[in-house]
Nanobody
């Protein structure tokens, strides 16, 4: 059984930083997509950053480029999202998600089509005050 558990959310002032973690278990495949998504109140879920095994490149939404960084620690089966220079519009519940193979497209495609992901964590709330 695949389990994803996020942590690291909280309340931060604009300009501040947070690091989100997602501990994964039960997910072992050479073909995969891993990603971070977010959903603000009243808005649709959107992709923040995704990596697909097809190219191994972290793709970012335009709104977070240069501020957020996606990384992984394979030994710990954990993925991270470093959030810097946070803005009030970054306020949302942040989710990690994974998809098993086959992987036909780049991470950018799967970030744009969040419904293609197979497993989701329960989310962690990030609130940015102005």
């Amino acid at each position: 059984e695949v389990q994803l558990v996020e942590s690291g959310g909280g309340l931060v002032q604009a300009g501040g930083s947070l690091r989100l973690s997602c501990a994964a278990s039960g997910f072992t495949t050479d073909d995969y997509v891993i990603g971070w998504f977010r959903q603000a109140p009243g808005k649709e879920r959107e992709g923040v950053s995704c990596i697909a095994s097809s190219d191994g490149i972290a793709h970012y939404a335009d709104s977070v480029k240069g501020r957020f960084t996606f990384s992984t620690d394979n030994a710990k089966n954990t993925m991270y999202l470093q959030l810097n220079n946070l803005r009030p519009e970054d306020t949302a519940v942040y989710y990690c998600a994974v998809r098993g193979g086959p992987v036909l497209y780049s991470g950018n495609y799967y970030c744009l089509h969040y419904y293609g992901m197979d497993y989701w964590g329960k989310g962690t709330l990030v609130t940015v005050s102005s």
